[in-house]
């Protein structure tokens, strides 16, 4: 394949020459051939064109390097060499504010990563940081172009580094949407969220050939590393959808809540749902007695603007749930404990989906908003051999970091380590309000009871009828509702039917909240 070959026009004139481009444009944009088109929707996959299309606003992209060919030599290399080199690069806008974007197209060598393709994501990195917007990966690529060995493996290291220093300066968003091993997979881990297509995704760092050929598991590609795998329990992926069409929406609408860089604040959108109104259905929703579990997820939607918000790991640690909603406008994070699952306490997996959760908040300027009803951590050989300490320190620190505004509220318990790390007022929580159904205590009573007044209840004449007495005994000195609010440990008791107005009122006047961390390099959080 020659450019003289496919020139249209006389090349010595300048029409000639943009007939020239022109030709060479289309070819780009063809791509290698309409059977690799129809073999890629018969996979019911969409082109990395098409994927684009979806994403950015009609007609927005602009194309970087769409003319690059590789240079490499060797396994017959010299005779393929394909306009844009299997990816496709540039920048567009999603409702009006610039995205970049690099979408790998399958068509040409599986999507697989050589040097110049390579650079050229190097180069849409770069171009996405210096502008201070998000970017966006559509992958469908098969890792390390084979035929380019180290080359393509120093390829996967630029990117890699290039994610990391990206991190937490812009949003990065990576969309699965094809087969991805190796190298395809560890750039995603490092961004900010990780979206999947169920069937037609999957993300291993070796295939079920490497490891039926290691460990001797038989497994199918989805079965080791599927949509559902990574969204239910791995926990790499953030979302999970049926098809592309809906995945790429929601890709849309995720932008749509964040800052285009760490310098910004979130878009605002103004929102009909009146800031005062009261929501009386609080009152039934949430049982008084601690120990009968609701959805939290019900109290979520009463209380946010319109009653929309965005579940990120919906499906991975249930037992908390983090979102992405608004209040009066203002994009919040909200972190609630579920008492529907595992009644809502905090174990490893909860604790790193919050963690890393609270992190991206702050990173990107987002108040956050917990909701606690927790009995506290899980207790268990498993947990603490699982290392519960060191996870469960990971959620303490990332609060404990994090100057964004931070408003939490207990809506029943909180109890021990769990209310402290939950954004309690003495880890930094700017406003703390509680329902007059809290109650805060180190332990619940029966096993405070139990260790405090060990020796009266084993010396009691009838040690049911003390240990009763001793548990009525504690609750009446230290788990009533005002405990916490007479020592100035939370500000107030409120009404639940006025927590979207308390809140509201809350974050307006956090709105110009600065903190500034002691200089130091870079803190060492707990992993
Ligand atoms: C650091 C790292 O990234 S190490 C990881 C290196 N990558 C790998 O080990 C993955 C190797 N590839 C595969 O396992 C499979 O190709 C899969 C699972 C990705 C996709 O499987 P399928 O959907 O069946 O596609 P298929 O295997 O036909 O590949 C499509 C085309 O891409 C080519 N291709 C696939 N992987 C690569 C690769 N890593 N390098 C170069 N070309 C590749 C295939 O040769 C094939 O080319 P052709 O159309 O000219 O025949």
Redesign the pocket.
Known sequence: MTVVDEIPGEPSDTRGRVAELLALREQARRGPSDR?TEAQHA?GKLTARERIELLLDEGSFKEVEQLRRHRATGFGLEAKKPYTDGVITGWGTVEGRTVFVYAHD?RI?????GEAHATKIHKIMDMAISAGAPLVSLNDG??????EGVS??AG?GGIFQRNTRASGVIPQISVML??C????AYSPALTDFVFMVRETSQMFI??P?VVKAVTGEEIT?NGLGGADVHAETSGVAHFAYDDEETCIAEVRYLIGMLPSNNRENPPVVPSDDPADRRGDVLLDLVPADGNRPYDMHKVIEELVDDGDFLEVHERWARNIVCALARLDGQVVGIVANQPQALAGVLDIEASEKAARFVQMCDAFNIPIVTLLDVPGFLPGVDQEHGGIIRHGAKLLYAYCNATVPRISLILRKAYGGAYIVMDSQSIGADLTYAWPTNEIAVMGAEGAANVIFRRQIADAEDPEAMRARMVKEYKAELMHPYYAAERGLVDDVIDPAETREVLIASLAMLRNKHADLPSRKHGNPPQ
């Open positions: 690799a996979k399958f060598f599986g999507g697989a990563l098969a890792g390390a172009r084979i035929q393509a493996l996967y094809g087969p091993a190796g190298g395809a070796t295939g050939d590609q």
